[in-house]
């Protein structure tokens, strides 16, 4: 089947749902979603030369500052999914957001849509800090430009 995605040029991780996901209802937990769309971020950070160790060199990183998640189906155990994200704004100064979809490619159904807006703190402190240069280079470099 093929894939829809929302935005062109995904960056796409592949997600097994196992049975620790799965909640009392029978699907994947809601806060499963929350933790592959950290799981996401990290990896097409570090796919772009981001990573852990170079947040830290930096004393800089990308705090959570708004979460929007959008439940439109639920998973189950087994279920083989793509988790798609893609930097949609960067404003060079202090934030940047991410766009995210999950798909279950057995039926083409988006089983999520959400939306994460990102502040640089300082690593030390904690505080609001100004996007180092790489990281404007980096991250801006990967936007792309939403359809309005």
Request: charged residues 30%.
């Amino acid at each position: 089947m093929q894939e829809a995605w929302d935005l062109p040029d995904p960056f796409i991780i592949e997600i097994q749902v196992d049975a620790s996901a799965i909640d009392e209802y029978g699907h994947a937990n809601n806060a499963e979603y929350l933790r592959w769309v950290e799981q996401v971020s990290w990896a097409h950070s570090e796919r772009l030369g981001l990573n852990l160790a170079r947040y830290r060199e930096l004393d800089r990183a990308m705090a959570v500052h708004r979460h929007e998640l959008d439940y439109l189906a639920p998973a189950f155990n087994g279920d083989r999914l793509r988790l798609a994200t893609w930097i949609v704004d960067c404003d060079g100064r202090l934030t940047l957001t991410r766009r995210f979809q999950l798909l279950r490619p057995a039926d083409g159904r988006t089983l999520l849509r959400a939306r994460t807006r990102f502040a640089c703190i300082e690593l030390t402190s904690g505080r609001p800090r100004r996007l180092p240069e790489e990281y404007v280079a980096v991250y801006g470099g990967a936007l792309i430009v939403e359809q309005a």
